[in-house]
């Protein structure tokens, strides 16, 4: 997103809601789909948690490099993923983002310098560590961020990354969204530390804890972490505390769900509370509220539309895009 405000303004919020109401109606939709079998593999959806991708991405160039996790439709709509390929991709069709043979946890989009999704939890962070390494050394003034969750934080290269990026001061921007679960198990039954910024806190970085359902909370912290970064500093963590609103995985039968917090954090939907916010502050006025969930509604199913057009992948042309899709212009 090119000229982006330090602080929210109209322009911004408006951006901001149509983000999110994408993501919230592409993954409804993806719901769906999965149910009616249309899209294919394991489908893990990030509503409730929509504002941390919107506020985050759409600060970030295009050339500024992110890389996500098992949880990624929500952060590769939000840096510029174009819906249909995405959905596309998710119903192993032609036409989608890795040509229909990576399906929701492998997704990329170097155009719009997604980098890349692994359902290996935690295998994005050294990954992202060797990007920022890389810019650190040809100083191209390139960002990179990396979106993992509280789940990650306990696997061994976690560790390892914040060691080396602090010692060489690397311009990465750890994300991790923290909802309190890693699948079926609450973070107190596998780490006695409540915040995961505080792990970090020997090695001296900037780190802070927002709500991420708080959008403007979420967008002002990353917008100064960013400008860290930015100048050639880092690494820095920001922690958004998050809700999943869904199951770990389509299909869960949730029998971990504490009812009491499912009503609290109902309260504190991240769209519900910016269109709040965005009336009150008058950015924006209620039938432009309803034009741009409209709007992302036609978008996805627009995609919906491209995605059953596509044709399926040549059969035995997978093993073909075994490193193209990596190095390949797509
Ligand atoms: C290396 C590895 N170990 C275990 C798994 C199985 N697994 C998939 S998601 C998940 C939980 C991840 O929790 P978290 O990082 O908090 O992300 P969340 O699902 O809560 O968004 C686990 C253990 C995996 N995919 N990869
Ligand atoms: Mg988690």
């Not at 924006?284 to 741009?292: A, C, H, I, Y």
Request: charged share 25%; hydrophobic share 40%.
């Amino acid at each position: 997103m090119a000229g982006v405000a330090a602080q929210l303004d109209a322009d911004t919020a408006r951006d901001l809601l149509a983000t999110m109401w994408r993501i919230r109606h592409f993954e409804e939709r993806v719901a769906q789909l999965k149910r009616s079998l249309q899209v294919h593999g394991l489908i893990h959806l990030s509503i409730g948690g929509e504002g941390v991708a919107a506020a985050v991405c759409r600060q970030l160039r295009d050339d500024d490099a992110l890389y996500s996790g098992h949880r990624a439709h929500g952060h590769a709509i939000a840096k510029g993923a174009p819906l249909e390929q995405l959905l596309a991709e998710l119903m192993g069709r032609s036409g989608g983002l890795c040509r229909g043979v990576g399906g929701s946890m492998h997704l990329v989009d170097r155009r719009h310098g997604l980098m890349g999704a692994t359902g290996v939890v935690g295998g994005n962070i050294p990954l992202a560590l060797g990007n920022a390494l890389a810019a650190h050394l040809r100083s191209t003034g390139q960002v990179t961020v990396v979106f993992f969750g509280d789940g990650a934080v306990q696997a061994g290269h976690f560790g390892e990354t914040v060691n080396l990026a602090a010692l060489w001061e690397l311009p990465l921007i750890l994300v991790c969204e923290n909802n309190g679960f890693a699948e079926f198990t609450p973070r107190s039954a596998h780490t006695p530390v409540e915040r995961v910024s505080d792990v970090v806190a020997p090695y001296g970085f900037a780190r802070e804890t927002v709500e991420g359902s708080d959008v403007a909370a979420v967008w002002e912290a990353f917008a100064r972490f960013l400008k860290t970064a930015r100048d050639g500093h880092g690494p820095l963590l920001l922690e958004c505390l998050t809700y999943r609103r869904r199951g770990h995985y389509e299909g869960d039968p949730e029998q971990y769900r504490d009812p009491v917090a499912e009503e609290e954090w109902s309260r504190r939907d991240p769209l519900a509370r910016f269109e709040e916010r965005a009336l009150a502050e008058r950015w924006l006025d209620q039938p432009q509220v309803r034009q741009l969930q409209d709007e992302a509604r036609d978008a996805v199913e627009q995609a919906v539309a491209f995605a059953r057009q596509s044709p399926l992948p040549e059969p035995g042309s997978d093993h073909q895009l075994v490193y193209a899709t990596v190095d390949g212009e797509r």
